[in-house]
Structure formats: structure tokens, C-alpha cells
């Protein structure tokens, strides 16, 4: 077993040291970064804190829309060919002129994205809700792999049971001989994913600021003047390697 903490968010100003500017590169040559211009960020007791008043829009692709302000890990993390890969950390999720009893009118994320398979693990925390994402998606400038399945999807499972505005702890693990995701809140299982279709192979990390909107045939309508706050301490990352005979 391998144990990693990843932090070190007194580098975030650092780019691409530990943590770099979430995005994509667009077919014109620009770069769509996920970052709120008038975000407050703050790293304080090694926990990074994010206050964004929200103003990001994109008109015409549904996933350059949905995250604000977001940070991806510099490094890629290898899933192991036999085992599972975990990552844990603690959130605090705080929103202010979000519509009531609305998750996805902002809310604070962790999301683990394999950039080889269009893969994402995630999960999303509100005032008083909180989620689990699985989905196969496709993200600007990634090949997804082609399946007899249903190619795209994302299903979210929202619940209450948890802690609202306070700290809460959340672990993902994914086992790849399995093709198998566990999700896990305050260290309950809160949901098993099974018979994932595609195998993943490696997680850059992601810690955002989010909405979730469909657009309108008139373009973005995530953006009405409210502000998330964010706080995310440091990641643990658990690679286990089981052999054949002891699965």
C-alpha cells in the first residue's frame, strides 16, 4: 500500500507547481480557464479557502459552463492495473443568493477526471444537499472509447444526510479489475457503481466551484448574482496493489 497527501496549497499561486488552472483548450487555440476573476483565495491552517461571486459563462458548450473556478492537480495519478486507488479529503461548502433547495445552482466539488476515457468520479456539496457523479463525458479535446453501451451519460444521486455548512469527509475509491467505484461520506458507504464500462486508467484531481444548468436555447442561465465558498484540505491517495488470488 502507498499513502500521498497532495496540498501544499501555500503553491497555488504557483502554476502548475502542485496545482494548475482548470480548463481546456479550445479547436481555435484559446485556452477556456475555469477561474472567477473577482475569486477571494485564501490559504490559511493548510486548508485552501475560495470565495467566488459568480460570473462565468459559456454560451454554447454545456461543460465549459458548469465549473467557475476550479483547480486541477499538476500531476496525474496511475491507476493500478490490479487494486484500487482512494482519494480523501474534507469539505466545507457555503452559498449565498443560490435558489433554495437547489444544489445545482451552486455548490463546491471534488472531482477525479480521467482524461483518457472522459471519466468522472465527483463529488458535490451545497448548503443542504450534497451529490454523487458518475458519468463517461465529453470533455473538449478527449477521445472517448467507443462501446456497444450507451457512450455518454452522467447520473447524480443527491442526498441530505450530512452535514450541512461544517466540514464533512468524502473518499472515492475506483478498483480497476473490478470496474467498480465506491463512494464514501463521514466513512459510510453512500453508494456503489459497478460494471463500469470503460476501464480508466489515471485521475488528475480537480477542486472546484460549480453550477449545473442546462443551457437554454438562449445560451448560459447559471449566473444570477451568487456567491459559493469553498474549502478543501489536503487529498489522501491510497494505491493498493492485490494480486489475482486475493480478490
Known amino acids: 500500500m502507498e499513502k500521498r497527501v497532495i496540498g501544499d496549497f501555500h503553491t497555488i499561486l504557483n502554476e ?3 496545482w494548475k488552472t482548470g ?3 479550445l479547436p481555435d487555440g484559446s ?3 475555469y477561474r472567477e476573476p473577482n475569486a477571494v483565495v485564501i490559504v490559511r491552517g493548510g486548508i485552501l479557502y475560495v470565495r467566488a461571486p459568480l460570473s462565468r459563462q459559456h454560451h454554447q458548450v454545456q461543460i465549459l459552463d458548469n465549473a467557475k473556478h476550479m483547480y486541477y492537480s499538476a500531476e496525474e495519478f496511475d491507476v493500478p492495473e490490479a487494486g484500487e486507488i482512494s482519494f480523501e479529503l474534507q469539505i ?3 452559498t449565498s443568493g443560490t435558489a433554495p433547495g437547489d444544489l445545482y445552482d451552486g455548490y463546491v466539488s471534488l472531482n477525479l477526471l480521467d482524461f483518457t ?3 468522472a468520479l465527483d463529488f458535490f456539496a451545497g448548503n443542504d444537499t450534497y451529490a454523487t457523479v458518475y458519468g463517461i463525458l465529453p470533455f473538449p479535446g478527449v477521445t472517448v472509447p467507443e462501446t456497444d453501451r450507451t457512450k455518454y451519460f452522467c447520473i447524480f444521486r443527491e442526498d441530505t444526510d450530512f452535514k450541512p455548512r461544517e466540514f464533512n469527509t468524502y473518499k472515492i ?3 480497476r479489475g473490478k470496474d467498480e467505484a465506491v463512494f464514501f461520506l463521514n466513512g459510510r458507504e453512500v ?3 459497478t460494471g463500469i464500462p470503460v476501464k480508466l486508467n489515471k485521475f488528475t484531481v480537480a477542486l472546484g466551484i460549480m453550477t449545473e444548468k442546462d443551457l437554454s436555447p438562449e445560451g448560459s442561465v447559471s449566473v444570477h448574482g451568487q456567491t459559493v465558498i469553498g474549502e478543501w484540505t489536503p487529498v489522501t491517495i491510497t494505491t493498493s496493489t492485490i494480486t489475482t488470488s486475493e480478490e
Open 16 to 18: 502548475g507547481e502542485v
Open 23 to 25: 480548463g481546456f483548450a
Open 31 to 33: 485556452f477556456w480557464a
Open 92 to 94: 466545507r461548502a457555503r
Open 117 to 119: 476515457t472522459g471519466a
Open 173 to 175: 475509491t475506483y478498483h
Open 191 to 193: 453508494r456503489r457503481e
